[in-house]
């Protein structure tokens, strides 16, 4: 829980905390969910909410919605850490919660990044959500499909909240600059166009507008009693944007998905873009390379052999340069993927012979091509008729390579892209060569 001292004095906090809404109407953002009549405003506003997860990127208000719904229900609302509680505290919350509901009372209990909770912590909730003891409220930024237990999350509704739109987060900063809670009682001077360019900044970010702006009026130019913000001090204030990109979490597999289906949709433009946005956010390089590797034959394959080369060389000067400089290679290698010709015959084949690997019975390798390394292996028969190719003409033999069950299978089949219908060309020729073979063995 939040704890303040005697000595707390509110101006002494940050702007985005002096700022949080304290009603609906001071909300903003989320007109999908707290829109007049739409149903999770309906739900506060009648004190009727049930367990739920609040999902979204930082900035956008989860914990804002928390605490209003504070301010409004009748319950018992206990405000509690993922990061300092173990499931010592929370079973001591829920006993509590447990004797409220014995005497008719609710108790909301607010958990914030609850998925830093292990799995045995989220099931010490389970059974006090199901009985009625408690209703969660949980706040994450991470998909709550992958980090809150499925059994647990069945029994929540989750609501998705959205990175705040510029006009938005416009107005939030105006109204910070007008509130006696912010700077309503200064003087500020700024125009609309550094407004706008903070809001832009912010990228969907209510919290991080607010300190950008904080951190812009208190390094501004003081003339009397006005602090004017110039284009000059904000720039300063703005000089890099912090992207949004978790490495162990969705939005690194976001975009890692991003970059490599527009690779394979050959669109080098959106493909160089989303290299850019994992490099610029700390991605290792490394995991890209390898990531570009496994295109290379994955998406490309036979129809332009020469892309595997490519990326494994990126991922070698990746590995002896490092970034900065790197960032030029993996760009060359992202750039030639996108234009290469494309083909998934590869992937394709290889997954056609692991479905016959893993589901059909494993016949033993036949004997005409078993090593014979041993007087007994040569006396069981093994290798017993091998014909080596390079004594005959055509360099093909008649011999069977596939178990019996197999015999006639076929995985690998060209596709159409670059020089792989040089590949086409070349399988059907030895498919003659093989059946003429066969023939002259009758």
């Known amino acids: 829980m939040e704890e303040y001292t005697f000595f707390s004095k509110n101006e002494d906090l940050p702007l985005a905390a002096r700022m949080r809404p304290e009603n609906l109407d001071e909300y903003a953002g989320q007109k ?8 999770l405003r309906r739900l506060i506003e009648n004190d009727k909410i ?11 208000g989860k914990t804002t919605l928390a605490r209003i719904i504070a301010r409004k229900t009748r319950a018992e609302f206990i405000d509690f850490s993922a990061v300092t509680s173990g499931i010592k505290e929370i079973k001591q919350v829920m006993e509590s919660a447990e004797k409220r509901r014995r005497f008719g009372e609710k108790t909301i209990l607010f958990v914030d990044e609850i998925h830093r909770f292990n799995k045995a912590q989220q099931d010490a909730f389970l059974p006090y959500v199901e009985k ?26 989750v609501f998705v909240l959205q990175p705040l739109k510029s006009d938005e987060i416009e107005q939030l900063l105006l109204r910070a ?5 912010g700077f309503g009682k200064q003087r500020v001077e700024i125009g609309p166009d550094e407004i706008k360019a903070i809001a832009e900044f912010a990228d969907g970010d209510a919290r991080g507008a607010l ?19 110039t284009r000059e001090t904000l720039s300063q204030c703005i000089s890099r944007k912090s992207l949004l990109y978790d490495k162990g979490g969705e939005e690194h597999y976001n975009v890692i998905s991003a970059l490599h289906k527009s690779m394979r949709n050959s669109d080098p433009d959106a493909a160089v873009y989303w290299l850019a946005r994992m490099l610029e ?30 990326a494994v060389a990126a991922y070698q000067a990746c590995h002896f340069i490092g970034m900065p400089e790197c960032s030029v290679h993996l760009t060359e290698a992202v750039l030639y993927m996108a234009m290469a010709p494309k083909s998934n015959a590869v992937d394709v084949a290889y997954m056609r012979a ?33 014909k080596f190719a390079h004594d005959f ?44 073979a066969e023939a002259g063995n009758k």
């Open 50 to 60: 049930g367990s739920m997860i609040f999902w979204g990127p930082p900035g956008v």
């Open 211 to 229: 300190s950008t702006l904080e951190m812009a009026v208190l390094n501004g130019e003081s003339d009397g009693d006005v602090v004017r913000v």
């Open 32 to 39: 999908h969910l707290l829109g007049e009549g739409k149903v």
């Open 132 to 157: 009625g003891s408690i209703i969660l409220i949980g706040a994450t930024t991470e998909n709550p499909s992958f980090e809150v237990n499925g059994a647990l999350l069945s029994r929540c509704k």
């Open 354 to 386: 692991r479905s016959d690997a893993l589901n059909t019975t494993a016949e033993p390798v036949p004997l005409v091509i078993r090593n014979a390394p041993t007087s007994l292996m040569k006396e069981l028969g093994y290798g017993k008729g091998y």
């Open 393 to 436: 003409d055509d360099k093909i033999t008649d011999m069977q390579c596939l178990p019996d069950s197999l015999k006639d299978r076929v995985y690998y089949i060209p596709g159409n892209e670059g020089v792989e219908p040089k590949f086409a060309s070349r399988l059907a020729q030895i498919r003659e060569l093989r059946k003429k």
């Open 177 to 181: 600059l007008d509130d006696e809670r």
């Open 281 to 310: 956010a700390g991605e290792d390089p490394l995991y890209i390379a390898r990531r570009v590797t496994r295109f290379a034959s994955e998406d490309i394959g036979l129809a332009d052999p020469r892309a595997l080369e490519i």
